[in-house]
C-alpha cells in the first residue's frame, strides 16, 4: 500500500506524509503536509506533538508501531483551519522508508466528510419534503372529505328536488288536463246549445271544423294555427243562438228581412266569446268567417288580404259542408256540386289556395265525413 506514495499521487487522492522517527521526531519529505496543515513555520524536522498535539498522551500506541509491536496507528476524525476547514485521518504506518522506521500518513477526508453533510443535508430536505408531503396529503384528505360529502349532499338535494319537480309536473298535468278537459266541456256545451234551438245544424260545426282543420293540414299550416281553426270551426255558428230559430228552420226562401237577421250571427258570434282568453284568434276567426276576398261577404265586406287565413279556410269548409247536407229551405247539392261552387269562385270569391286543397282532398279520397 505505501509504494503508492508516489508524490505525483498525493494530492490526487489525499494523502500526505512525513518520516517519523524513534524519537517522535517527524521529518518533512517535500513540503506538502507544512502546506496542508498550513503551518509554513514547521522545521523540517519537529516533534510530531507539535504537528498534531491530538496524540498528546497517545505516545505509548505510537511506540508501538515504531518498535514494530504494531504495524498501523490511526487516529480518525481530526479538524483543522476556521470552522474545521479540513478534516483528516492520521495514519501511523510501520514501513522502512529512507531509512526511516516509520512514516506519519495524513489521509484528507474533507471532501468525504462534505459529501457526507451534503448528503445529510440532502436526506434532511428529503425527509423535510416527505413531512410537507405528508402535511399536504393529510390536508387533501380532509378535502377530499369534505368533497364527498358535499356531493353526497348535493345528490341527496337533487334527488329531492327531483322528486319535487316530479310531483310538480304531475301536479300541472293533471290541472292541465283537467283544464283541457274543462275547455272542451264548454265549447260542445256552446255547440250544443246552438244545436238545440237549430238541429238542422247538428253536427255542422263539429263537420265545418274537421274539414277546415284538414285543409289546414293540406296546406302545411302549422300546429297552432290548425288548433285555432278547429277550435273556431267548432264555434263559428255560435251567434245564431240571437237568430229566432223560425228563420234558421223555415223551409223554403228566406226573405230580405230574415236574413239580414241570420247574417248577424258572425258578429253575434264574436260578441259571444270575444272575452274568452283563448291562445287563438277565435273570435276574430269566427267574425270573418262569411267574409269573401271580392269584398261581396258580411258582416264588413271586407277583401283578400283583410281577411285572416283561418276564416278563408273556415269560409270554404262552411260551403262545403253547407252544400253537402240538406238544409230546411232545399235538398242537399251533393258534394260534386259543392266543389263545382268552390272552383267556379276559386280566386274570386274563395283563396285560390284553400280550394286546391279542399279539392285534392275530396278527390283524393284522402278526406271524407263519412269515414270520420
Ligand atoms: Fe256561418
Ligand atoms: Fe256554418
Known amino acids: 500500500m505505501i509504494h503508492q506514495f508516489d508524490p505525483s499521487l498525493h494530492n490526487r487522492f489525499g494523502f500526505y506524509y512525513a518520516l517519523l522517527d524513534s524519537g ?30 491530538e496524540i498528546i498522551g497517545l505516545e505509548d500506541d505510537i511506540n508501538k508501531v515504531l518498535s514494530g509491536e504494531e504495524k498501523e496507528f490511526i487516529l480518525s476524525g481530526i479538524n483543522r483551519g476556521n470552522q474545521s476547514t479540513i478534516c483528516f485521518n492520521l495514519h501511523i504506518i510501520n514501513y522502512s522508508y529512507k531509512g526511516y522506521k516509520s512514516i506519519a500518513v ?64 304531475s301536479e300541472l298535468k293533471e290541472s292541465y288536463d283537467l283544464a283541457t278537459r274543462l275547455f272542451f266541456q264548454t265549447v260542445n256545451s256552446l255547440t250544443h246549445a246552438l244545436e238545440i234551438r237549430d238541429p238542422y245544424t247538428v253536427g255542422h260545426q263539429h263537420r265545418v271544423a274537421e274539414l277546415a282543420a284538414a285543409i289546414a293540414g293540406k296546406m302545411d299550416l302549422d300546429e297552432k294555427t290548425t288548433e285555432g281553426i278547429l277550435i273556431a270551426g267548432q264555434l263559428h255558428d255560435i251567434g245564431k243562438i240571437y237568430v229566432p230559430s223560425e228563420f234558421l228552420t223555415k223551409p223554403g226562401v228566406l226573405s230580405d228581412e230574415e236574413f239580414s237577421v241570420i ?46 287565413i283561418e276564416a278563408k279556410i273556415l269560409c270554404v269548409a262552411d260551403v262545403m259542408e253547407a252544400m253537402s247536407t240538406n238544409r230546411p229551405y ?27 286543397a279542399c279539392v285534392e282532398l275530396f278527390e283524393s279520397g284522402e278526406f271524407n265525413w263519412e269515414n270520420k
Not at 440532502?122 to 396529503?137: D, F, Q, V
Not at 232545399?330 to 286546391?356: H, M, T
Request: glycine residues 4%; charged residues 30%; proline residues 5%.
Open 24 to 53: 517522535l521526531i517527524l521529518h518533512q519529505d517535500g513540503n506538502s503536509l507544512r502546506e496542508y496543515l498550513s503551518i509554513p513555520e514547521l522545521p523540517d524536522s519537529s516533534d510530531i506533538r507539535d504537528a498534531f498535539p
Open 106 to 169: 495524513v489521509h484528507d477526508i474533507t471532501g468525504n466528510l462534505n459529501s457526507i453533510r451534503s448528503i445529510q443535508q440532502n436526506r434532511n430536505e428529503i425527509i423535510l419534503l416527505h413531512n410537507k408531503l405528508l402535511e399536504k396529503n393529510t390536508e387533501l384528505d380532509a378535502a377530499n372529505r369534505e368533497l364527498v360529502e358535499s356531493r353526497d349532499e348535493t345528490r341527496k338535494l337533487n334527488l329531492e328536488l327531483e322528486e319535487k319537480v316530479r310531483q310538480r309536473t
Open 263 to 308: 247574417k248577424t250571427h258572425p258578429r253575434m258570434g264574436f260578441e259571444i266569446i270575444k272575452d274568452i282568453e283563448f291562445p287563438w284568434p277565435v273570435a276574430s276567426i269566427v267574425l270573418q268567417h262569411h267574409e269573401v276576398i271580392d269584398g261581396s261577404g258580411y258582416p264588413y265586406g271586407l277583401t283578400n288580404d283583410e281577411i285572416r
Open 330 to 356: 232545399r235538398i242537399s247539392p251533393g258534394k260534386l256540386n259543392a266543389i263545382n261552387e268552390l272552383v267556379k269562385y276559386r280566386s274570386v270569391k274563395y283563396d285560390r289556395e284553400v280550394v286546391d
